[in-house]
């Protein structure tokens, strides 16, 4: 792993995008703030400003949802047949495709993800959902009921109808690839929206709000207004005009945002933290384990709801496997996300590292052993040493708790039984890995897992057609898949005299 980060190249070419001013979206177009407030975008990698961007609040929340309830009854959006519903987005996906670089180049810039992550990871599957969910926009349906009371005399049937005004609420890890699983099934479902992007990331989600107006989308049907939770959040879930929050985060913010519904009862579907079992078996190829467990956890530098935070090793293996994720976070190269050789980009804030740092010291006070990492290399920008963690207990922060970070504990077990009860103890059920060549040792564990997503012998398999989503404390709902649609619909039952 180099000790020094080189600093973010001068790339003149994406740098020039950020010439221009960063407006909020509303009603069509790009305006200011009502209160002329602002907030920073910087680059994770130097911590110097990237751009001055427009940070709403509750005045241009307001707008923004008067902007989409008035788009949600307008003919422009309502009357569009399904088919042509679904021709505008997958234009939407195409253009993501066509200015794929640029996007990248913004997401890294603005996240400090490795380029070709966002190029070969965000861009193309925030593209494909797009694609994904047009097709839907022609199948969504009823069905006739079959009475058995009034006989012949009564006609029954089910539609699906667009839930209304969605506030749309995304993190800063996969701006882009979030935005994109809230918009997409919306849009298809003939939802409008009004997304709020992360502050620390708000310049992928405007510039795909161009993308939106150039593929068809009418004036107010997506508004976009980047700004700090704690206002243009807040005034978002409590609007009395927004009909369902779709929120992708923390748990913690997740709670807050039951409370701010409560008083509506407005739909909420929520996308929340993970604390994921990653699980190697001794019987387990370990030529692809162990970079697999590596990838699981360091892949976008640990800010990932899903990441193989707790690494189950059988301790017939322990060792090696334990080893072998050091040496794999050991070659890793970081350095700023358009750096041509970076592996690993820097944390998204000063905030982010400080509360990952926390976690790991707090480790090594407990009496952890810090296998490799628990450092900042040398530079400016918010750089964190990969880090594997051993001789934990169950109690300890780094083990209970969700770091996003590149930090994993190695946790050693000798029997399934004592694996999947220390497993499943946790509040969170967001995804689980396992790596065995025996299928039945994987069904079986695959079934006791408690977890809404899980994957054998690969990690992180992401696909518009997989529905996504968690057990107990990582949310409510499922984003991508037929299930997306359903989030953003509402099931109306019809029975007419004949």
Same mark, same amino acid.
């Given at each position: 792993?180099?000790?020094?980060?080189?600093?973010?190249?001068?790339?003149?070419?994406?740098?020039?995008?950020?010439?221009?001013?960063?407006?909020?979206?509303?009603?069509?177009?790009?305006? /200011?703030?009502?209160?002329?407030?602002?907030?920073?975008?910087?680059?994770? #990698?130097?911590?110097?400003?990237?751009?001055?961007?427009?940070?709403?609040?509750?005045?241009?929340?307001?707008?923004?949802?008067?902007? #989409?309830?008035?788009?949600?009854?307008?003919?422009?959006?309502?009357?569009?047949?399904?088919? #042509?519903?679904?021709?505008?987005?997958?234009?939407?996906?195409?253009?993501?495709?066509?200015?794929?670089? %640029?996007?990248?180049?913004?997401?890294?810039?603005?996240?400090?993800? #490795?380029?070709?992550?966002?190029?070969?990871?965000?861009?193309?599957?925030?593209?494909?959902?797009? =694609?994904?969910?047009?097709?839907?926009?022609?199948?969504?349906?009823?069905?006739?009921?079959?009475?058995?009371?009034?006989?012949?005399?009564?006609?029954?049937?089910?539609?699906?109808?667009?839930?209304?005004?969605?506030?749309?609420?995304?993190?800063?890890?996969? &701006?882009?690839?979030?935005?994109?699983?809230?918009?997409?099934?919306?849009?298809?479902?003939?939802?409008?929206?009004?997304?709020?992007?992360?502050?620390?990331?708000?310049?992928?989600?405007?510039?795909?709000?161009?993308?939106?107006?150039?593929?068809?989308?009418?004036? @107010?049907?997506?508004?976009?207004?980047?700004?700090?939770?704690?206002?243009?959040?807040?005034?978002?879930?409590?609007?009395?005009?927004?009909?369902?929050?779709?929120?992708?985060?923390?748990? %913690?913010?997740?709670?807050?945002?039951?409370?701010?519904?409560?008083?509506?009862?407005?739909?909420?579907?929520?996308?929340?933290?993970?604390?994921?079992?990653?699980?190697?078996?001794?019987?387990?190829?370990?030529? %692809?384990?162990?970079?697999?467990?590596?990838?699981?956890?360091?892949?976008?530098?640990?800010?990932?709801?899903?990441?193989?935070? =707790?690494?189950?090793?059988?301790?017939?293996?322990? /060792?090696?496997?334990?080893?072998?994720?050091?040496?794999?976070?050991?070659?890793?190269?970081?350095?700023?996300?358009?750096?041509?050789?970076?592996?690993?980009?820097?944390?998204?804030?000063?905030?982010?590292?400080?509360?990952?740092?926390?976690?790991? %010291?707090?480790?090594?006070?407990?009496?952890?052993?810090?296998?490799?990492?628990?450092?900042?290399?040398?530079?400016?920008?918010?750089?964190?040493? &990969?880090?594997?963690?051993?001789? !934990?207990?169950?109690?300890?922060?780094?083990?209970?708790?969700?770091?996003? @970070?590149?930090?994993?504990?190695?946790? &050693?077990?000798? !029997?399934?039984?004592?694996?999947?009860?220390?497993?499943?103890?946790?509040?969170?059920?967001?995804?689980?890995?396992?790596?065995?060549?025996?299928?039945? !040792?994987?069904?079986?564990?695959?079934?006791?897992?408690?977890?809404?997503?899980?994957?054998?012998?690969?990690?992180?398999?992401? /696909?518009?057609?997989?529905?996504?989503?968690?057990?107990?404390?990582?949310?409510?709902?499922?984003?991508?898949?037929?299930?997306?649609?359903?989030?953003?619909?509402?099931?109306?039952?019809?029975?007419?005299?004949?």
């Amino acid at each position: 792993m180099s000790t020094t980060v080189p600093q973010s190249p001068s790339n003149a070419a994406a740098r020039s995008r950020l010439e221009r001013p960063w407006q909020l979206l509303i009603g069509g177009r790009f305006v /200011d703030a009502a209160d002329g407030a602002t907030l920073v975008s910087e680059d994770p #990698a130097t911590g110097a400003p990237l751009a001055t961007v427009a940070a709403a609040g509750a005045a241009d929340v307001d707008r923004a949802v008067s902007a #989409a309830r008035a788009a949600f009854e307008g003919a422009a959006w309502a009357d569009l047949t399904p088919s #042509a519903r679904g021709q505008v987005v997958w234009r939407i996906g195409e253009l993501i495709e066509r200015h794929a670089d %640029e996007l990248a180049e913004l997401e890294s810039l603005d996240n400090g993800k #490795a380029l070709p992550i966002a190029r070969g990871i965000d861009v193309p599957l925030a593209a494909d959902i797009f =694609r994904y969910m047009a097709g839907w926009a022609t199948k969504i349906e009823g069905s006739t009921i079959p009475l058995s009371g009034g006989g012949a005399q009564l006609h029954a049937y089910t539609v699906r109808e667009p839930v209304g005004v969605v506030g749309a609420i995304v993190p800063w890890n996969f &701006p882009l690839l979030m935005a994109a699983w809230k918009l997409a099934p919306a849009l298809a479902a003939g939802c409008t929206v009004v997304l709020k992007p992360a502050e620390q990331t708000p310049l992928s989600a405007l510039r795909l709000g161009e993308l939106l107006a150039e593929a068809g989308v009418p004036d @107010g049907v997506v508004n976009i207004v980047p700004g700090f939770g704690e206002s243009a959040g807040a005034a978002l879930t409590a609007h009395p005009g927004v009909d369902k929050v779709a929120f992708t985060g923390s748990t %913690e913010v997740g709670r807050a945002i039951l409370r701010s519904v409560e008083p509506s009862l407005k739909r909420v579907s929520l996308e929340l933290g993970g604390k994921s079992p990653n699980v190697v078996f001794a019987d387990a190829n370990l030529e %692809e384990a162990i970079p697999g467990a590596a990838i699981a956890i360091f892949g976008n530098s640990g800010q990932g709801c899903s990441a193989g935070s =707790r690494l189950y090793i059988h301790r017939d293996v322990y /060792d090696e496997v334990v080893s072998g994720v050091a040496s794999f976070a050991a070659s890793l190269r970081l350095g700023p996300g358009l750096g041509g050789e970076t592996d690993l980009g820097p944390l998204v804030s000063r905030a982010q590292w400080e509360r990952v740092n926390g976690y790991v %010291e707090g480790a090594r006070a407990d009496g952890a052993r810090i296998v490799t990492g628990g450092s900042a290399p040398g530079g400016s920008g918010h750089f964190y040493a &990969p880090t594997v963690i051993a001789d !934990t207990t169950p109690q300890m922060a780094v083990v209970r708790e969700e770091i996003f @970070g590149p930090v994993v504990t190695a946790i &050693p077990f000798s !029997t399934e039984e004592e694996l999947v009860t220390a497993a499943n103890d946790t509040p969170y059920g967001l995804a689980a890995g396992i790596w065995t060549r025996d299928l039945s !040792t994987a069904h079986r564990v695959a079934r006791a897992l408690r977890a809404g997503s899980v994957w054998i012998n690969t990690y992180n398999h992401y /696909d518009a057609a997989l529905p996504f989503g968690g057990f107990k404390q990582s949310g409510w709902g499922r984003e991508m898949g037929w299930e997306a649609i359903e989030l953003y619909t509402e099931l109306k039952t019809v029975v007419a005299k004949l």
